[in-house]
């Protein structure tokens, strides 16, 4: 079974976190909801709009080698936080040296960046790319996959996002059957 760890922040965008996990568990991957951990250590993480929701695991002890992908969901308070913990820097250079699958959504491609592991090709929340670099940004693809990092715009791709999630580490029959029973037919 494929896993994928999800960190959150405070300030993340819950549409983004609900419906990837949401798609991701339909998909039949494991996911692990992981809070940041550090002087405030609580495993309820408050999004952005003020629904919090309840992590499973401390981003301090989360190992690349336990999961298939991570993927991070944006929210510009969040986004900022993962740009900014070294457990979160430390574990997408780790990701990306091991070849495995990298994600992220909305301005959460900001921490891609920041820890040097954004391929060229990318999408994301689109005044964020102008804290990241105009080259190879595009705001006509719902979902951009370039090598083994996979991006997208905002909450109204997070179904997509997920989907193709799916596609990618499950396989199509999977990302068909979950595409058809979440009436998802705009991705």
Do not use: W
Not at 18 to 30: K, Q, T, Y
Not at 66 to 85: F, K, W
Not at 157 to 174: M, Q, R, S
Request: include cysteine; charge should be negative.
């Amino acid at each position: 079974m494929a896993k994928v760890l999800v960190p959150l922040a405070e300030g993340f965008e819950e549409i983004e976190a609900v419906s990837l996990i949401d798609i991701m568990r339909r998909g039949g991957i494991e996911v692990d909801i992981a809070y940041l951990g550090g002087d405030f250590v609580s495993d309820l993480v408050v999004g952005a709009n003020g629904i919090a929701i309840q992590a499973n695991i401390d981003i301090n002890i989360c190992s690349s080698y336990d999961y298939d992908m991570i993927v991070l969901p944006g929210g510009s308070g969040g986004t900022n936080r993962l740009a900014q913990n070294v457990k979160v820097q430390t574990l997408l250079k780790e990701f990306k040296e091991s070849n495995k699958h990298i994600g992220a959504i909305c301005a959460a491609p900001f921490a891609l960046h920041v820890a040097g592991v954004l391929n060229y090709n990318y999408t994301c929340y689109p005044p964020t790319h102008e804290q990241i670099r105009p080259e190879g940004y595009t705001d006509k693809e719902k979902v951009v996959y370039d090598g083994k990092v996979m991006t997208s715009r905002g909450p109204a791709t997070a179904i997509c996002f997920g989907l193709e999630i799916v596609k990618t580490l499950v396989g199509i029959e999977t990302y068909e059957m979950v595409k058809s029973r979440t009436l998802s037919d705009f991705c």
